[in-house]
Structures are given as C-alpha cells and as structure tokens.
C-alpha cells in the first residue's frame, strides 16, 4: 500500500500563488490533484503520466496551473498561479498503481489517496 502526503495548502490572496506537493511512499504510475469544495462534489484539476510527457488540466485551471514530477523523489507538485475565490477547496493528491496507456481524469482511476490539503484565496 502506497501512502501519499501532501503539503503546501493555506491561505492566499487572489491573484496569489501557492505550490502543493505530494509525497509518494512507493513507486506509483499516472498521478493527479482533485479538489472539493464544500457541497460539491470531488472534481479533477490535474494529471500527469508516469514519465511526465502526458498532462491533462481542467478547463477551469488551464493556463494558471502545473502539474510536474519528480520521480527520482516520489513527489508530484502543482504550482497554482493567479488564483481565484473559486479556486478555494480541499486537495487531494492521487496516484494510479498501474501503468496504463492515457492519463485518467477520473476518480474511480486512481488507487491511493492522499489525506487533503485546505486551500483557501481570499477576495
């Protein structure tokens, strides 16, 4: 069983920046962030292949976030740029324990899950 723990949440001003990174205890293929926010339902930010060649974004971050790793270290990170009010929920950070050929964007995709991270922007 692989653990995963994330760091790097907080409270930001909008316009603000902040990096989350993910800390994989074991070897894991594709990764990715979710993030759910308060009466809503857990929805996918970012995703990324186990080589780092494949990436995938929601439309709602396009342009404003990164996703990268660094297998050498286990970790995944997620650089989030320009944020926004909207952009305030927890983070999770998942990851898939078998390789496969496209980047899932789906829940039901990942194997292990990491515990959350608050993220809040202010107005």
């Known amino acids: 069983q692989v653990q995963l723990v994330e760091s790097g949440g907080g409270l930001v001003q909008a316009g603000g920046s902040l990096r989350l990174s993910c800390a994989a205890s074991?070897?894991?293929?594709?990764m990715g962030w979710f993030r759910q926010a308060p009466g809503k339902e857990r929805e996918f930010v970012a995703a990324?292949?186990?080589?780092?060649?494949?990436?995938r974004y929601a439309d709602s971050v396009k342009g404003r976030f990164t996703i990268s790793r660094d297998n050498a270290k286990n970790t995944v990170s997620l650089q989030m740029n320009s944020l926004k009010p909207e952009d305030t929920a927890v983070y999770y950070c998942?990851?898939?324990?078998?390789?496969?050929?496209?980047?899932?964007?789906?829940?039901?995709?990942?194997?292990?899950w990491g515990q959350g991270t608050q993220v809040t922007v202010s107005s």
């Open positions: 990324i292949s186990w080589g780092g060649g494949n990436t």
């Open positions: 998942a990851a898939d324990k078998s390789p496969k050929t496209v980047v899932t964007t789906a829940p039901p995709g990942y194997d292990y």
């Open positions: 074991g070897r894991t293929y594709s």
